[in-house]
């Protein structure tokens, strides 16, 4: 079964940038509505902010150890396949902290879902 959209193919080139456009919008619209502090840095402040956050892992978008579900550290100069994967990745697990944290068990209800 081909996905709705895929009938011609994959996107390519600029069709492709374009679908990585929407995508960096609507999830960056999405976490600015959901109150998550989107934080673009060069690359020896992003890796200094991961520090203060409680993350020591180096990559392209971490969110924070100490107020899960409050922000996430991206870095400022990225291809933009790479800043869609960070902000879909990252969001996503600041989406399910900002459930836990009015919710305990919402994620792992959620989670459960995908398992059962």
């Known amino acids: 079964m081909v996905p709705p959209g895929f009938e011609d ?3 390519q080139g600029e069709e492709l940038e374009t679908a990585f456009d929407k995508v960096i919008s609507l999830m960056q619209e999405t976490l600015y509505r959901k109150n998550v502090d989107l934080q673009y840095r060069p690359s020896a402040e ?6 203060q956050e ?3 892992v180096d990559s392209l ?3 924070s150890e100490i ?10 100069a990225m291809p933009d396949h790479n800043h869609a ?3 879909v990745h990252d969001g996503h697990h600041q ?3 900002q459930a836990e944290n009015l919710i305990a ?5 959620q989670l459960g879902k995908f398992i059962d």
């Open 9 to 11: 193919g994959a996107p």
């Open 61 to 63: 978008a971490n969110g």
């Open 67 to 76: 107020d899960p579900g409050s922000k996430i550290n991206i870095l400022e």
């Open 46 to 51: 992003h890796h200094a902010a991961d520090r």
């Open 95 to 97: 989406l399910l902290e």
């Open 85 to 87: 994967r960070a902000l």
């Open 54 to 56: 409680g993350v020591y």
């Open 105 to 109: 068990g919402a994620a792992e209800e």
